[in-house]
């Protein structure tokens, strides 16, 4: 006598004699990244970074089947205004069940002697400070959220400058935005690698910022020395300063960038974020939501706005049958 393994069609129930067997993954893999914030507006080149938005990844997260998960997506924070001067807003929270990703902080404005609104805003990632040259103080960067797990990274700090004055960058999920130096704007901060897309899925779905064979996320914006001295914006969609690419990249949660004035002095907008949910490929028993991409290995759930991802009743159910002969 040998053992036949069989696959059990849908609706198929098992006679007198036969066993089965069964494998149970209900758990996924998730990256949840927060809208970036914007840069600060009304003095130009000088105002800070945004900074980026928060960055979460985990495995092993468990779900229930036959239940619905909202998707909240975060959206970019605008930058600060022309008149009257001011900082960047934050970005928006990305949510996927538990797991909450902060927006990116705003970039304080530049040239104003309140180092209250030259100073970034806390954040996912922080904003960076804007420089003034004069005697005031310059404006700070601000922390990222550390609770209840790292997300980012702080802003860099503006500069007080005789000639020329310069912005701190905004932080980045892999590291913080430097400070204004006398030649040039902080540089905002590199955010963090994910592998959970290709870069050819990735750039399909125009999600992150693919550099070389990687896929980055949650860069931090720049900021420029006044007059003269632009800064780029770090890896993972964050927005360089000069005209036309002081805006957040979408889908990537970046911050903005401070802008040259041309042809205004508003800030940078933050980048919307993005939620992407993966889970091992079983078969059929799959969820629903997003954009759906099936690989050999895994299936892959990318929301770039507010959705739903929802298991059915099978979901991570794999059962096979056993018959004596």
Known sequence: MGIRRLGRPAGYNYPIGLSSTSTSNTVVDYLVVAGGGGSGGGEGLRCG???AGGFRVGSGFSVAISTPYSILVGSGGPGGPEAPVGKGTNGSNSIFSTIHSQGGGGGGTGGQPDVGIMSGNFGGSGGGGGG?????????????????VSQGSSGGNGTNLPNGNAGGGGGGAGASGTNG??????????GLTNSFLTTTLATSLSVGQVSGPAVYFSGGGGSGRDPTGRANGGLGGGGHSPNPLDNGIQNSGGGGGSTPGTPSYLGGNGGKGVVIIRYANLGSNTATGGTITTTPSYVIHTFTGDGTFATNANFGLDISGYSIN
Do not use: F, H, M
């Not at 004069?134 to 209840?148: E, F, K, R, V």
């Not at 130096?181 to 590199?190: C, E, I, Q, Y």
């Open 181 to 190: 130096s006398p030649s040039s704007g902080g540089v905002g901060g590199d």
């Open 49 to 51: 970074g945004g900074g």
């Open 132 to 148: 003034i040259g004069n005697s005031n103080p310059a404006g700070l960067g601000a922390s990222a959220n550390t609770s209840p």
